[in-house]
């Protein structure tokens, strides 16, 4: 069974910093075309943080270009999200993501519709 697993969330004062992880087990994720990180703020809709494809490339939020920064290892099989400089904007759950359609639905970028595998997300506190 596919199962993408977050971690490193918390509570951070604003100005502090956070490093989400994402490990997916299940498979390999060295093929996995996209890779992201979606948020979901109380009482508003998830929204897509930043994105990286299997080349390396990412694609950020405007709200969070700047402040944070996408990686991903192919081998264990684990992405992050190094979050710099929060504020209490930045509050809510976050959730990591994979698709491997989206390259041939537009490709992969922070606002794209992830159909693929998703975790069950980490809450961020920035208070």
């Known amino acids: 069974e596919v199962q993408l697993v977050e971690s490193g969330g918390g509570t951070v004062k604003p100005g502090g910093s956070l490093r989400l992880s994402c490990q997916a087990s299940?498979?390999?994720?060295?093929?996995?075309?996209?890779m992201g990180w979606f948020r979901q703020a109380p009482g508003k809709e998830r929204e897509g943080v930043a994105s990286?494809?299997?080349?390396?490339?990412?694609d950020y939020a405007d709200s969070v270009k700047g402040r944070f920064t996408i990686s991903r290892d192919n081998a264990p099989n684990r992405w992050h999200l190094q979050m710099n400089t929060l504020t209490a904007e930045d509050t809510g759950i976050y959730y990591c993501?994979?698709?491997?359609?989206?390259?041939?639905?537009?490709?992969?970028?922070?606002?794209?519709?992830?159909?693929?595998?998703w975790g069950q997300g980490t809450q961020v506190t920035v208070s």
């Open positions: 993501a994979t698709d491997s359609s989206l390259i041939a639905r537009g490709g992969c970028r922070v606002g794209a519709e992830f159909l693929g595998t």
């Open positions: 990286i494809d299997k080349n390396g490339k990412t």
């Open positions: 299940g498979y390999s994720t060295s093929g996995s075309y996209c």
